[in-house]
């Protein structure tokens, strides 16, 4: 993998502060695609200088325009409020958290970097989710319009020897140039590398890495459709075969996998009790502490095993929970009772599944186990993906930390 280091923009406090900001909580935000349109009117009555201004816009619920965001992120430039970063630098971010659902902590230490694209088919940065084309549109008319990285992307590398590790947090000392308590008790920081030393053996290191995207999957498909567009077109546009990305190691704690549930909206609720026939017919029971699969009904919770005849013929990402899930049972055994094209929600634990399930917006909960690290290294390790929704990687990024501009931000390539 090869990486370069950026000069990024960053927000000023201090021209934000004169203009009636207060700290960097009111500037940064989640990533554009967790945010509700209820959470983005919060970060909007925050600041008129809020990075969702930019990464959705000011109309919660809509698509504002493209050109007037870009717009936007001009007079921010323009004003001071964005301002660059002296040199191109890397940077470390770390982010000190309570895993969801425990009362573990944990910190992630990564790296900030441009990392260079490559097409998925050369097998350097790896895929595990397939995308969604509305998605990738609407993101490729936003970097059109801005010709910038307004947010990062995660990819995870394999480090067992913990080395990048140990350089990472060996240069996240002193004062962050940025920090931000994203909720309470999980706090982002900034780190700018200046030992060259350091830079040099971070390129060396990640120079034998092949990265798997964690988080950005619609993104980096963007920057490839836009350096595509690009070529066909014969215009130039300087950095445009690069992407701002951050990098975490996948056998560090530091990284959690939570698990995404799937709650599936029958076409007749009174099916409820013929669909669990179904599953009890070709599923194995379970016990409380062994289950891989278990459904819920507003009234009642059954615990099953994927087992022998559920997983004949199957194999790689096939093979497990998610994929028996989401392509076999929801897709196939399940589409008499939910139809062809199936309606399901996605919820990782405890954000709203169970009064969902409560209220009547789904009638089968599927509750999942998190994908297990040796798990999902191999269905990436047989070139396949996994059903979309199925890793929640934690924590996640968040934006408005250092964002990176394309035209005057240009790495050396030579």
Known sequence: MDIAPLRGLRFDFDKIAQEGGEAAAVVT????????????????????????????????????????????????IESGILVYEDSPVFYVCTVDYTVPGTELQARMVSLVALGRLYEFQERIVQPHEQTFPKIVADRQSLLEATRCNLESIILLY??????????????ATGEPVIEVEASPGEVHGLYPVRNPATALRLTELMGEQRPIIADGHHRYTT????????????????GSDWKMMTFANLRSEGVSILATHRLLKLLDPAEVPSALELLDARLEPAGDDDWEIRVETAGEARNYRLGAEALAGKQGAAATSYGLVQDEIIGSWLAPFAGDDPEVFFYKEGTGEDDALREGKGDLLFRMRPVGRSEFQAVI?????????????YPKLWSGLVLWRLEDAAPVTD
Not at 58 to 71: F, I, M, N, Q, V
Not at 159 to 171: F, I, M, P, R, W
Not at 381 to 393: Q, R
């Open 223 to 238: 920057a490839l459709l836009y350096r595509a567009a690009l070529a066909e077109s014969g215009r130039q546009v300087p």
């Open 381 to 393: 390790d047989g070139a396949e993906v996994f059903p979309h929704k199925t890793t929640y990687f």
């Open 29 to 76: 935000a989640p990533p554009y695609d967790v945010l509700s349109p209820e959470a983005h009117q919060v970060l909007l009555d925050a600041s008129a200088c809020n990075i969702v201004r930019l990464t959705l816009g000011d109309k919660p619920g809509e698509t504002p325009s493209y050109e007037d965001r870009a717009l936007l992120l001009e007079s921010w």
């Open 158 to 171: 394999n480090d067992d020897s913990g080395e990048l590790d140990s350089l990472l947090e060996d240069a």
